[in-house]
Every structure is written in C-alpha cells, then in structure tokens.
C-alpha cells in the first residue's frame, strides 16, 4: 500500500520507512530541518520526500492508505489535520512498528541510559548465531551497518523509548512493541517537556513491568535503586544483573583492556566466562552483561555470546572515535543528559590517564537544560576544558528561551576552565589551542553541532598541537 510518513528524517521514523519501503510498500514522506546521514540514507533508497509540512504533501505523490507519525511532531501540524480531513487512518511510528512484528518474538530493551548499545549488542550477537533478527535501533550499529532491518529469524530487537508515541498518542513507545522479553538498565529523570518530575517519569517504567505477562521474561538490572522498587509489580519470570553483587548474572573483576575492558561474567555463583569488549566504561561492561544474559536465554551458546561481544565495534556517535591527530583523540558521542555525560567523560578519563580529557558539549532543549541543571553542574567532574555551545531547541525550537549555556556554565564545577562558544568554528578552535599530546577531545551533542567534530579535526590538522 501508499504509506506517508510525517516527521520520515528521524532516525526511528527513517528506519520504519525504509523497512516499508523494503517490503514492498510505496513510501513517501516530510520532515523539516533534517539532516544527514538520515536525509541521504532516504533519498538513496529512492524514497520520494519534502523537507518542509505542507497539507498538500498528504496526497501529492498519491493518496496514501496509511499515514504515519514521528512523536517529534508538533500538535497542529497541517499533513495530520489533512490526514484526518480525509478520513485516512493515522497512527504513530511506534504503533506501526507493532503492527508490523506482531507474529516476532518482540526483544525490548528499555531504560534512561544504555538501551541502544545494549540492543545493538544482542542484535549482533544473534546475527553471529546465525539467527538473522529484525532489528530498530535509534541509532546505526557499526557491525550491523543500519539503524533497523527486517531480517528472517524468529526474534525482532526492539531499543525501547519511554517518550510519548505521538502527539495525540501519550503512551511510551515501548508498549507499542508488546515486550515477550525486556530488559530494564536504569531509571535516571529525563525527559522533563512530558515527565515534569521523577516520579512521573518512573511511573512509565512501572507500566511496562505491569505489562509482563506470567510467560514473559524481565532481566533487570539491580545496580540501579529504581528499578529493584519496581520488580516486585511484574508477574514476569525475572532475572537480574548487575556489577555490585547479588544478581542473578554478575560482573566481577571489571579492568581496562587496551582500548577497551574486561570482566569476569558469573551466573547463580559459578563463573560463566571472561568477556573481552572494546568498549571503554565500567557502564558497558554492564551493557556487555546485560545482553550476555538476554541472547544465552534466547538459546545462543555462551561461547559464541561472548566472542561475537569481543567482536562489536560500538554504536555510531557513541564513544565512537573519529581520529587521532598529532596525539590529540578525537571522540564523538551522543550524550545529552548528565548520567550520560558523566558515563562518557569517565570512560575517556580512565582510558587515556595520564592525558587530559577536553570537552564539548550541546544542551539539548531548554527544558531539559533547565530541569536538569544541579545534575548537569558536577557531570563534568575532571575535565581539563569544558566548552559549551547554544542549546539545541530541536522539538522547542518555537518556544521562548528559558535557559542559556552561560548559565550552565556558571553553575558547572570540578572543571578547570569552562567557556561558552556560538559556533562549531569557535569550539573547535578553542579546543584545538589547548589540547596537548595525549588527551582526548570528547564532542557531546544529538545533532552533531554544525559538524564539530569534523571542524575540530581539521583545526588540529592545520595548527600543530604544542
């Protein structure tokens, strides 16, 4: 059928259309404001789509049977109200991603922090196990080349967001996904333009363990305070792991191995196995534990768990190191929030002690930057350098100013210098002049602040680092 897609260019939306697209469906669609790599992935795929709303995008290409919804769209959007106009039916990106799997084994993966390594991990892991998993990521995995495919097997990965589905559709998107298996990382405050305190914010996480069924699995992690309150409301069989002792699946022994960890992995007492990863944080050695003991319950052998685990390169944008110019690293990552943030700058800190770690980071939205604000204050804690770029407005980009980055910056401590820049030009010339062989420039932002990373690279390759 003729399906359109409002808001196509985010990453969840762009991946579900090109999954349409891939089974056969005729597929159009509207963003605005997009930007790669989502823009060129659709137009590449020969997707027909316009970079502005207008209600006569709805049936410009043809009448569509379907119309689907990004949950970044705003209220009043003129392609939904012409939608309803016209009787079409219209439902959220989240909904239709149900519809499709519903006859897969649905994997969940949900929580504040973590749900798209650890996703990516289980996918590549029963793709090494030869079991060929559909998958929907919210961002491309190295190994698996793509943020979302159909694949041929039994299982359909899901990464799992709390946000509201839609604009006329509150539910968490994961409910949507109706979770066979799901695991739960940690509960950590976000998203405060629709959760205006943590207990709202917890409340959806109690709704999916509320959900689970007597035959469905929970895997959990009790490190996190949150999340052990909540394993007494699910009916589902439940496992727990953990690095601080008494779970079900522990990591003991967690040391840095190169450029990236090791750990010893145990299961009900008995040691399981040493996992090898390349990725850097005590935090992803818990990811790496986490889909050890989803893919082993999903029948892969623990031998091949752990080699393909040894084998994954990471997620795009997270921790991904984008080059290495006269000793100065370079790293790009996809942090937004302060548990992120503070992850991220400790996993640089311990990989390349004795160097420095210089920063970069863009708020995003002014009611995150603005709730969050004691948080954010102390996530930076060892940082040599911390430069702040303007907020990223994304979704709140017609509401009024609430906050600025100078006044994060007033309130930042542990850091030794902290600056505020108002381009991508200024910040990579900033940091560029301070970095010394040997440290690491970390760059923190969603919509990749103008290129920075490439700009910073640049800068370091035309002025020799002291």
Request: aromatic share 8%.
């Amino acid at each position: 059928m003729r399906i359109h897609f409002i808001g196509i260019c985010g990453y969840a939306v762009s991946g579900l259309a090109l999954i349409a697209r891939q089974l056969g469906h005729e597929v159009t669609g509207s963003d605005e404001d997009a930007y790669p790599p989502t823009t060129d992935l659709l137009t590449n795929a020969g997707i027909t789509w316009a970079d502005s709303h207008a209600a006569e995008n709805v049936t410009r290409w043809g009448r569509p049977e379907l119309v689907v919804q990004g949950n970044q769209v705003r209220a009043g959007n003129p392609e939904t109200e012409a939608a309803r106009a016209l009787g079409i039916r219209l439902i959220s990106e989240a909904e239709y991603w149900g519809e499709l799997t519903a006859d897969r084994f649905r994997v969940v993966i949900c929580g504040s922090a973590g749900k798209t390594t650890t996703s990516s991990l289980i996918a590549w892991i029963l793709r090494s196990a030869g079991r060929n998993p559909g998958f929907r990521l919210g961002m491309a995995a190295r190994d698996l080349g793509a943020a979302a495919a159909w694949g041929s097997g039994r299982e359909f990965v899901f990464e799992g967001d709390e946000y509201t589905s839609a604009v006329f559709d509150p539910r968490p998107k994961f409910l949507h996904f109706a979770p066979q298996l799901a695991v739960l990382t940690n509960i950590d405050w976000d998203h405060p333009d629709v959760f205006p305190d943590p207990a709202s914010y917890e409340a959806v996480f109690r709704q999916l363990v509320e959900y689970l069924g007597a035959e469905d699995r929970l895997i959990a992690c009790s490190d996190d305070p949150t999340v052990r309150r909540l394993l007494s409301r699910t009916r589902a069989q439940v496992e727990t792991y953990g690095l601080r002792g008494g779970a079900d699946w522990h990591g003991r022994d967690v040391t840095v191995d190169g450029e990236g960890m090791r750990f010893t992995a145990w299961h009900e007492g008995k040691v399981l196995a040493v996992v090898s990863t390349r990725l850097p944080g005590e935090h992803n050695a818990a990811n790496a534990l986490a889909a050890l003991a989803t893919t082993v319950r999903l029948g892969v052998p623990v031998s091949t768990a752990v080699d393909a685990i040894g084998r994954f390169h990471g997620v795009a944008r997270r921790f991904e190191v984008r080059g290495q110019v006269r000793g100065v690293t370079v790293i790009d990552d996809y942090a937004h929030n302060p548990a992120k943030v503070r992850a991220t700058l400790q996993a640089a800190q311990e990989r390349f002690r004795p160097g420095g770690v210089l920063a970069c980071f863009v708020p995003h939205t002014y009611s995150r930057t603005l709730s969050l604000m004691d948080a954010y204050a102390d996530a930076f804690q060892g940082c040599d350098l911390l430069v702040l770029g303007p907020i990223e407005a994304a979704r709140e980009r017609h509401l009024a100013h609430t906050v600025s980055s100078e006044d994060l910056a007033r309130r930042v401590t542990g850091v030794k210098e902290v600056v505020t820049v108002d381009s991508a030009r200024a910040a990579a010339y900033r940091l560029a002049s301070a970095a010394r062989p040997g440290d690491a420039i970390v760059l923190m932002s969603v919509r990749g602040f103008d290129d920075v990373v490439g700009k910073t690279l640049e800068v370091l390759e035309r002025s020799p680092v002291a």
